[in-house]
């Protein structure tokens, strides 16, 4: 397992747009993704990527608005929000997996951050 710490939540308007950090200590092959849980609701798969960075997945509920990205050194993930909605308000969790190749299944996930707050207001 990995340590994972998340950064970048905060309170925006509808409209707008927020990016969130994840940095994972040490070092290994681990794909990463995001997930969020509103108040009363499950945790739900938001986006990953792969160890290598080629390849993402998301959430139709975000497509073509969030994108995730890996920094050269790997170590630090991205999720850049845009076209924010109120629906969109959650705490938002870094998770991680190791894998050389390819993405995990959802339930795989087996290293998680603390969650970073997200509030959209309409």
């Known amino acids: 397992q990995v340590q994972l710490v998340e950064s970048g939540g905060g309170l925006v308007q509808a409209g707008g747009s927020l990016r969130l950090s994840c940095a994972a200590s040490g070092r290994g092959s681990y794909a990463m993704a995001w997930f969020r849980q509103a108040p009363g609701l499950e945790r739900e798969f938001v986006a990953a990527?792969?160890?290598?960075?080629?390849?993402?997945n998301y959430a139709d509920s975000v497509k073509g608005r969030f994108t995730i990205f890996r920094e050269d050194d790997k170590n630090t993930v991205y999720l850049q929000m845009n076209s924010l909605k109120p629906g969109d308000t959650a705490v938002y969790y870094c998770?991680?997996?190791?894998?050389?190749?390819?993405?995990?299944?959802?339930?795989?996930?087996?290293?998680w951050g603390q969650g970073t707050q997200v509030t959209v207001s309409s």
């Open positions: 998770a991680a997996r190791y894998k050389v190749v390819g993405l995990p299944e959802i339930y795989e996930y087996d290293s």
């Open positions: 990527i792969t160890w290598s960075g080629g390849r993402t």
